[in-house]
């Protein structure tokens, strides 16, 4: 039996590198990455409230149902804008991305 | 004393797994070519649904695999394939805040390790009955029928969104 602290560090950890993605890759595809990365941690985190602290009834399980549809919607939306970006600018890099900045 | 073994057996090969999905996330964000990190994230997004198994939690893992794998990676590899010249090896792939985004991440990490190391948990049936996938669709079905509804409802509203933007403007 693993106990649930190991699972919560592993989400921990996880969510540690998507965050240093998201602040350090250029590409915004790589930053849509980090994000889902993001979601990956949370959602275990909750599996493993649900499964340790739960009462029984799976609402972890059904919440991180949800995470992951959102997380799917999150990332066509996302991947959809870079496309449109992409057709205007030619490139993808988020710190060229500044038209609507000031 | 067979079974202590299997036991001890599918505990290692937690470790192992836990270690391959926190190696190969490194890989994805510091990869230099974004192909590569792709395949890492497809790597990662398998390691944390054999975590699922270990937690009870079958039909997400295999939603996991489905959804994320067989449909996300896969359009982002179509997005890195549509927006060529991009993965080329010779642009910089991470911009000049590595350093401090690398020590507050580890700062983060270390705070969130001894919050977690510190907080007494009442772990109240650490061996109960796994839910069954019967009994998940059924709540899904009449308690949370309003998430599930509205998460549909989000879905479509991706769908036409994500249609109407990737549309092109030429009239």
Redesign the interface.
């Known amino acids: ?2 106990p ?7 989400g ?10 998201v ?5 915004a ?2 930053i ?3 994000i ?2 993001i979601f ?1 941690a949370a ?2 985190n909750f ?2 409230f ?4 739960g009462a ?4 972890g ?2 919440f ?3 995470v ?6 999150s ?3 996302g ?6 970006v ?2 205007n600018t030619k ?2 890099f988020a ?1 060229n991305i500044n038209l609507m900045k000031w | 004393m067979h079974s202590g073994l299997i036991q001890q057996l599918n505990n290692s090969v937690f470790y192992i797994i836990a270690g391959l999905t926190v190696f190969f996330s490194i890989c994805l964000v510091i990869s230099r070519n974004i192909f590569y990190s792709a395949i890492f994230l497809a790597m990662v997004l398998m390691g944390v649904a054999c975590v699922y198994l270990y937690l009870d939690a079958e039909f997400l893992a295999i939603a996991q695999i489905l959804i994320y794998v067989g449909a996300i990676v896969i359009l982002f590899l179509f997005v890195i394939m549509l927006t060529a010249s991009i993965h080329d090896r010779a642009i910089r792939q991470v911009n000049k805040q590595v350093l401090i985004s690398a020590i507050s991440a580890a700062a983060f990490l270390f705070l969130i390790i001894k919050i977690i190391k510190r907080s007494a948990w009442q772990v109240n049936n650490p061996s109960g009955a796994a839910l069954s996938i019967k009994e998940l669709g059924k709540s899904l079905m009449t308690t949370y029928v309003l998430p599930f509804e509205t998460i549909s409802l989000i879905l479509i509203a991706v769908l036409v969104g994500a249609i109407i933007i990737a549309k092109s403007s030429k009239r």
């Open positions: 039996m693993i649930l602290n190991h699972f919560l560090i592993l921990a950890i996880l969510f540690s590198i998507g965050i240093f993605g602040l350090t890759r250029r590409s595809i790589g849509l990455m980090s889902e990365l990956n959602n275990i599996i493993a649900n499964k340790f602290l029984g009834d799976g609402l399980q059904i991180t149902l949800l992951i549809t959102i997380a799917a919607a990332a066509v939306i991947l959809v804008l870079i496309i449109a992409y057709r490139n993808i710190d």
